[in-house]
């Protein structure tokens, strides 16, 4: 049992590897007022296939990332590792929250998503915020 943790761990770090996640909440809010950008939280689960596939499907791509990287200070959170606020849902895994630098929520969904379905959320989220 704890290699598979083990294996699914390594599999989950390098398909973020270029992603620089947060992993603590005050400390990406902390970095987003710095840097004047809003947060992308991403709440997963260390055994989680959803979770996996977004990963390896939409994380790894280099377009998806640079976008990432651009508009959003990146906090991921396993509800199995890391302490999630209460405000933030934390079953039906993976979860998506785009948050102001102050931490309140401008939008929410979960699901898994390919490229195009990410970009599509991506623009859902910036319109939210008008």
């Not at 990406?28 to 004047?36: F, I, S, V």
Request: charged letters at 35%; glycine letters at 4%.
């Amino acid at each position: 049992m704890k290699i598979f943790i083990i294996v699914a761990m390594l599999i989950s770090t390098i398909y973020s590897a270029d992603l620089d996640w947060f992993h603590n909440y005050d400390k990406a809010l902390t970095q987003a007022k710095k840097e004047c950008k809003d947060v992308y939280l991403f709440v997963g689960a260390d055994k989680c296939r959803w979770c996996d596939r977004f990963k390896k499907m939409t994380l790894s791509d280099k377009d998806v990332i640079k976008k990432l990287k651009e508009d959003y200070v990146l906090l991921y959170m396993s509800r199995d590792r890391h302490k999630i606020p209460s405000k933030f849902e934390v079953k039906g895994v993976p979860r998506h929250y785009f948050l102001t630098n102050e931490g309140e929520i401008i939008f929410k969904t979960r699901g898994s998503r390919e490229i195009d379905g990410f970009y599509d959320l991506l623009d859902e989220a910036n319109l939210a915020k008008e």
